[in-house]
């Protein structure tokens, strides 16, 4: 079992949507959860980082974690054409290396 | 300041030969990371610094890869005898501290022909 799980879609959803992104994982040491935003040939970009459990909000973004369920998500409100991206959940236990998914590739379809 | 800055973004390299890697990251931050990603997966862990000092270095696949960081700042990623098998797209990550926010450059593009 992979440390870190993460379906790698495609995932399709029309303009305006709500995009619903999932990652499990197996170790509870991780503490630190992120999400990154990464377009073709492009380097991955943060888009929201958490450390306890619950939700944070950031625009259209909303990124929650559950930790008894070793579960986070992530959000897309109204999503756009330029969501269209792969997207990477990433976590770190304290003081150790981040452990990436193998990210999901979103589609928004005008 | 300026982002976290890779060079060269392309690379192209016989079999068998050596290669140098640069990352410049964010100005002040202690912990810098490389990892490396090939295509439709997820980065994959190398190496981590805070400092000077590879606090992890459990990602490197072989005694081919090693890495520096000697004045806690810049770090060079060297690939010795490269290999078909090491394309890939190598990537750099800095943060302030441990456990903060991780910041990536736009990676170096390898390919061993």
């Known amino acids: 079992q992979k440390e870190v799980e993460q379906d790698p879609g495609p995932l399709s959803v029309p303009e305006g949507a709500i995009v619903s992104l999932n990652c499990t994982y197996s170790n509870s040491a991780f503490q630190y959860f992120m999400w990154y935003r990464q377009y073709s040939r492009k380097g991955p970009e943060l888009l929201m980082y958490?450390?306890?459990?619950g939700n944070k909000e950031d625009g259209r973004f909303t990124a929650q974690v559950d930790k008894s369920s070793k579960y986070i998500s992530l959000f897309i409100r109204d999503s756009q054409p330029s969501d269209s991206a792969t997207y990477l959940c990433a976590m770190s236990a304290k003081d150790d290396k981040i452990i990436f998914g193998k990210g999901t590739r979103l589609h928004i379809l005008p | 300041g300026a982002g976290v800055s890779q060079t060269p973004s392309n690379k192209v390299t016989e079999k068998g030969k050596y290669v140098e890697l640069r990352c410049d990251p964010i100005?002040?931050?202690?912990?810098l990371y490389w990892y490396r990603q090939s295509l439709g997966q997820g980065p994959e862990f190398l190496i981590y610094f805070q400092g000077t000092g590879a606090a992890d270095d459990s990602g490197l696949p072989n005694d081919r890869f090693f890495a520096v960081r000697p004045e806690g700042s810049v770090s060079t990623l060297k690939i010795q005898r490269t290999e078909r098998g090491d394309s890939a797209v190598y990537l750099c990550?800095?943060?302030?501290?441990?456990?903060?926010?991780?910041?990536f450059g736009q990676g170096t593009r390898l390919t061993v022909v």
């Open positions: 990550a800095s943060s302030l501290y441990p456990d903060t926010e991780a910041f």
């Open positions: 958490t450390y306890s459990s």
């Open positions: 100005s002040g931050h202690t912990a």
